[in-house]
C-alpha cells in the first residue's frame, strides 16, 4: 500500500504561483509513475502533469508551460509548481500513483493511490 497526503494548496490572485508537495509513504519505490489530477465543482477529475519513474513527463494542453512536475525519489516526494495561475485553475488538486512501465498514462483509471487531495483557488 501507498499513502499520499497533499499539500500546498490556498487561495492566490490570478497571474501568481503556488507549489503543490506530495508526500508518499508505505510501499513507496522510486519506480512508481507519480502523477498530479484535479476536479473542479461540477466536472469530472482530469488529468494535469505526470512525472514517470523513469523521469519522463507530460502535461495536459491547459497547463502545459504554465506547470511544471517534479519529485525527489530521496524524499518520496512530488511537486507541481504552478505559475500564471487562472481562475480556471481552480479545483482540487489530487496526487496519484501508480507502478511505473514503458507507457505513460493520463487516465485516472491507471492509478491505484490516491491522496485526500487540497484546494487550489484562484481569484480573477
Known amino acids: 500500500q501507498v499513502q499520499l497526503v497533499e499539500s500546498g494548496g490556498g487561495l492566490v490572485q490570478a497571474g501568481g504561483s503556488l507549489r503543490l508537495s506530495c508526500a508518499a509513504s508505505g510501499r513507496t519505490s522510486s519506480t512508481y509513475d507519480m502523477a498530479w489530477f484535479r476536479q473542479a465543482p461540477g466536472k469530472e477529475r482530469e488529468f494535469v502533469a505526470v512525472m514517470a519513474w523513469s523521469g519522463g513527463s507530460t502535461y495536459s494542453e491547459s497547463v502545459k508551460g504554465r506547470f511544471t512536475i517534479s519529485r525527489d525519489n530521496a524524499k518520496n516526494t512530488v511537486f507541481l509548481q504552478m505559475s500564471s495561475l487562472k481562475p480556471e485553475d481552480t479545483a482540487v488538486y489530487y496526487c496519484?500513483?501508480?507502478?511505473?512501465?514503458?507507457?505513460?498514462?493520463?487516465?485516472?483509471?491507471?492509478?491505484?493511490?490516491w491522496g485526500q487531495g487540497t484546494q487550489v483557488t484562484v481569484s480573477s
Open positions: 496519484a500513483a501508480k507502478r511505473g512501465i514503458a507507457t505513460i498514462f493520463r487516465g485516472r483509471a491507471a492509478y491505484d493511490y
